[in-house]
């Protein structure tokens, strides 16, 4: 008998997380931490370039640059198979680990080529959970309602830049 309480409350709990409201809390929620992570990464790589000896303004851009390769190449696909699979949760998934692992390599890191795969990681990772975000949002959205939706993203987007 408290088994089968215990498969009705899960249940239950699959039905609520799959309502407009939860995808929309979920989409806002991962915004916030993605920006938050971003902003952060830039308060600690001053320090690295200086603990590190990475001052040529070279070596500056390549570690910049290499977020956004990784975003490229990680957004395209992302929309690709979530599109394609029907799922948005394994690219959030792989994306979440993404994070994970990078913030571990920058944690670590005491070399150029770390701090290169950090970003790159980290770009990655960000590819992956920035449009399959704002694509559940507009999955789940009343038509009416679509402006306030990526008002709401947008604002939790931007809140995580403050944060961070």
């Known amino acids: 008998?408290?088994?089968?309480?215990?498969?009705?409350?899960?249940?239950?709990?699959s039905r609520m997380r799959a309502t407009p409201a939860a995808v929309m809390a979920g989409a806002c929620v991962a915004q916030l931490i993605d920006n938050t992570i971003y902003t952060i990464s830039f308060a600690c790589l001053p320090h690295l370039f200086e603990d590190m000896r990475l001052a040529s303004k070279s070596k500056i851009g390549l570690v910049m640059a290499m977020f956004g390769i990784g975003s490229i190449v990680t957004s395209t696909l992302a929309g690709i198979i979530s599109d394609r699979w029907r799922s948005r949760k394994l690219p959030l998934v792989?994306?979440?680990?993404?994070?994970?692992?990078?913030?571990?390599?920058?944690g670590l890191s005491h070399k150029l080529w770390h701090v290169l795969l950090y970003r790159l990681l980290n770009g990655m990772a960000s590819g992956l959970v920035y449009p399959i975000t704002t694509a559940s949002a507009a999955d789940v959205r009343p038509k009416k309602l679509l402006g306030l939706q990526m008002s709401l993203l947008n604002m939790f987007n931007n809140a995580g830049y403050m944060i961070g």
């Open 94 to 106: 792989i994306g979440s680990v993404g994070y994970v692992a990078s913030g571990l390599i920058l």
């Open 1 to 13: 008998m408290a088994a089968d309480k215990k498969w009705r409350w899960s249940g239950s709990f």
